[in-house]
């Protein structure tokens, strides 16, 4: 079959670049062109974006040139890092090849709408969209929102979402799916395709992708089937604590990372935390002044314009290393970059195969992350992740089941777009796989939210959101509550933001106002890689100055710790079986041999077929640690499930501590734990049992303090809290006093109120994964008890005593008496 002209210009271009064309890109422009819809799965710089782009490209030159006008291709991006980015690439190919075929692929106009995009631009766009546009999810559902959308989207052919392994799992993705409900509406024929790198579940993915209206064999799954080589290594410590606590290697791995760094000429240097990233980057330089200028720091509060200067470095290879956070995930592709070091464990196999692949961004090239632990058992982590990737065991990405704050608000976008009849929007909802199982009364109350408020606020006229006219057709009848909406459109909630300024001027980033507030003028404090003097407040902005001093408090970011994934869990328990039969694998294992050889000393290994629980009496009082290994959302359930189910039996105050690899719970007084667990794994009083599981959660925890809390993001994209005008931003308090005075109001006039019900099971699914937290107790229910009364805290055992002492002493009595008691559990092993 012979080639048009346009894909002839397109093998010219590749062999031009010394390039070939991959055989996964052809099979999505054959798709593409045949008007199928799908999901590409490549290794991270395999060329996707070639694939889908000149896909496009190619279904444009099949139009004819009177037809080849206004926005033709969409193109979204979760970061808008990654927008600007996009928009170079594609700009460089579109160029060259139309005027290397002028008649068959033509010139292509390209811009950006993100919240980057200045006014003048907007301005720009209002009359007239380019051909190909790439934006978020944000930017998209606020064109949407415009009594115009449907005349600016009347010539779309086809949308590009990238790194659809990042949205789906999230209520952007959601937000995503609405969209692209409402755009196939418009034009049933629209082509959608989906770009993903790391996931587990492939044909999910692509279903979610093409929404519910598409028939089940609908839509191609295209993978592309390059051999990319991951390599995955550790820096081993000289000394490897055989009493390991979290973080206590903290910067004794400084040196080594120094020296890694030395090696190559571009590096990367991830850390899992905003505040992990400060403390690398400040030591970093202190150990190597030379390095000013040449080493870099990336998060994201940091000044848009510096985020750029680092990305703009690297791309250009004048840097040699950037401390960067999840900042750096994503596609910005810095072909410069040679090495990925991951410092703590990625805790999840996705995660780390996609920072991996921020190395060696090219087609044929090896991409290599080295592990950098921070405590001693994350060796073991290190050993399960180069065997969880070796057999490419990767998590699924789980999908929001009908969020109802996001529906709320896409009613009010909708309702400004031109407006809705509500039996039309219900199917069109539906259409959505999030919403595919929406049932019409849960329609109806959503309905009737935004219209009057629902049961409890519809004597105010605020919440009269969406109201239908004469003819049925819902819209929004105020400006002030459009302009209102239009400022709060999207799913991204965090703490309130200070803006961080210099007295002389220079804007350095934002901070959560929770941390500013702690603060008083004439503190120090480290942002930006630079100590800071806080020299006053003024209207949400903290103005500081430069410090010589050498010292400053951390600047902390909400944020939750990732637990352990599943499929890194049962890797690490495979590590421990094989060492259970004397075989210890690989560099991170030998030099975890010593730790493990005292833990199966004093105790025994878990491992997927072992249960290990410990019972020891201190000074403090009587321990129970138990070790599943199934993560600290988990643990943190389990543990309040076993407290709450041994107090139905017999009075019992407990302590809890939890980590990824186990829980302990302390008592005043003794427990006849080994007479509660001997009886079929707990069989006793029910400790694992699976039943009454989400009515006991409820009652273990404070569930409604939970719910509350998880309530306020709930309420804020559900539009009824407005975090206020520019310049005039509501602070952190009013926010939590105004979605607690909802919570409450709701909760006793308005029970039936589903942004509660949704809370709740937020708390439950997202928190505390009850799914995964009643696989763990069938888990257990299988695996043979090994109980042991220990003397002393085992290696296991003692780093969760030390996430108690964390919560009840400073950091440098922390220190003291952790000293202390690995001394004399030293002296204990040697013996």
């Known amino acids: 079959m012979s080639k048009s002209l346009a894909e002839q210009a397109i093998d010219a271009w590749f062999a031009a670049r010394g390039w070939k064309v991959f055989p996964f890109q052809r099979a999505v422009w054959k798709a593409a062109l045949a008007g199928q819809s799908g999901l590409l799965h490549a290794n991270t710089g395999a060329g996707k974006t070639y694939a889908v782009w000149f896909a496009a490209m190619l279904r444009g030159a099949n139009r004819s040139r009177r037809d080849r006008t206004g926005l033709r291709v969409l193109w979204i991006t979760p970061m808008r890092a990654l927008a600007a980015d996009t928009q170079r690439s594609l700009e460089v190919s579109a160029a060259e090849l139309g005027v290397a075929s002028p008649e068959a692929i033509g010139a292509w106009t390209l811009g950006a709408r993100t919240g980057d995009t200045g006014s003048a631009e907007r301005a720009r766009q209002s009359k007239s969209l380019p051909g190909a546009l790439i934006t978020t999810p944000e930017s998209l559902s606020l064109l949407l929102s415009h009594a115009a959308a449907r005349d600016q989207f009347k010539h779309l052919d086809m949308v590009i979402i990238d790194e659809w392994h990042e949205l789906m799992g999230s209520k952007r993705g959601v937000q995503v799916q609405l969209a692209l409900a409402r755009l196939r509406r418009w034009n049933p024929q629209l082509v959608v395709w989906g770009l993903s790198a790391t996931m587990g579940n492939l044909q999910e993915a692509r279903h979610v992708l093409l929404g519910t209206d598409a028939e089940e064999s609908a839509g191609v799954l295209v993978e592309g089937d390059l051999k990319k080589q991951i390599v995955v290594d550790s820096l081993i410590p000289e000394n490897v604590s055989r009493f390991p606590w979290g973080g206590h290697l903290g910067l004794q791995m400084l040196q080594p990372v120094i020296d890694e760094i030395d090696k190559h000429e571009a590096t990367l240097v991830f850390t899992n935390t905003r505040s992990q990233s400060e403390i690398w980057y400040q030591n970093l330089i202190e150990a190597r002044p030379d390095w000013a200028g040449v080493v870099a720091l990336h998060h994201g509060s940091l000044d848009r314009e510096a985020r750029e200067w680092v990305e703009g470095g690297l791309k250009r290879g004048e840097l040699k290393a950037v401390v960067c956070t999840a900042s750096l995930d994503l596609g910005v592709d810095f072909l410069p970059v040679e090495r990925v070091l991951q410092v703590g464990s990625a805790k999840g196999i996705a995660r780390l195969l996609q920072r991996a692949g921020r190395s060696g961004h090219a087609p044929g090239r090896i991409s290599r992350v080295t592990l950098v632990p921070t405590n001693s058992l994350e060796l073991l982590e ?5 065997r969880a990737v070796a057999s490419r065991r990767i998590e699924a990405r789980q999908v929001p089941n009908k969020p109802f704050d996001v529906l709320v608000q896409h009613l009010v976008t909708v309702a400004l777009g031109g407006g809705f009849r509500s039996d039309e929007l219900y199917e069109e909802v539906r259409s959505a796989w999030s919403y595919r199982k929406l049932t019409k009364e849960e329609w109806q109350w959503a309905l009737d939210f935004v219209a009057h408020g629902g049961q409890s606020l519809s004597v105010y006229p605020e919440y009269r959101r969406v109201l239908p006219d004469e003819e049925g057709v819902y819209r929004v009848p105020d400006a002030t509550i459009g302009r209102r909406h239009r400022m709060s459109i999207g799913t991204i909630v965090s703490d309130a933001q200070m803006q961080v300024k210099y007295m002389s001027g220079g804007r350095i980033g934002s901070v959560e106002e929770s941390f500013i507030g702690r603060l008083k003028p004439g503190d120090h404090f480290l942002f930006s890689g630079r ?57 991170e294992m030998q030099a975890l041999r010593p730790l493990l050889e005292i833990q199966e000393r004093w105790s025994a290994l878990p491992s997927s077929d072992v249960l290990v629980v410990e019972s020891m009496k201190s000074r403090e009082g009587f321990h129970l640690f138990v070790y599943p290994f199934a993560g600290r959302s988990v643990h943190t359930g389990l543990a309040s499930l076993l407290a709450f189910r041994v107090g139905r039996v017999m009075p019992s105050t407990f302590s809890v501590a939890v980590n990824d690899y186990g829980f302990e719970l302390l008592s005043p007084e003794p427990v006849d734990w080994h007479g509660m667990f001997a009886a079929d794994t707990g069989a006793g009083v029910g400790l694992f049992d699976t039943g009454r599981l989400l009515e006991d959660v409820l009652e273990s925890l404070n569930a409604t303090q939970l719910s509350r809390q998880r309530f306020r993001e709930v309420a804020r994209i559900a539009g009824l809290i407005f975090q206020g005008y520019p310049g005039q931003h509501k602070s952190m308090r009013q926010v939590q006093a105004s979605s607690s005075l909802f919570f409450e109001v709701f909760r006793k006039h308005d029970s039936g109120n589903l942004l509660l019900t949704q809370a709740e099971r937020e708390v439950l699914e997202q928190e505390l994964e009850l799914t995964r937290l009643r696989d763990t107790l069938l888990e257990l229910h299988g695996r043979r008890l090994a109980w042991r009364e220990v003397k002393r805290a085992t290696p296991f055992g003692f780093p969760l005593m030390v996430e108690r002492f964390r919560e ?13 008691m690995v001394r004399e559990l030293e002296k204990a092993a040697a013996a």
């Open 382 to 386: 290190a050993a399960g992740a180069k």
């Open 531 to 587: 100590i800071l003097e806080l020299v006053r407040v003024h209207e949400m902005t903290a103005y500081v100055k430069r410090s010589s001093s050498t010292k400053g408090a951390i600047s902390r970011w909400n944020g939750t710790k990732m637990p352990l994934s599943s499929e890194l869990a049962h890797a690490a328990l495979e590590e421990l079986r094989l060492a259970a039969e004397g075989s210890y694998e690989g560099p």
């Open 808 to 820: 009840k002493v400073s950091t440098e009595k922390l220190s003291d008496r952790v000293a202390r």
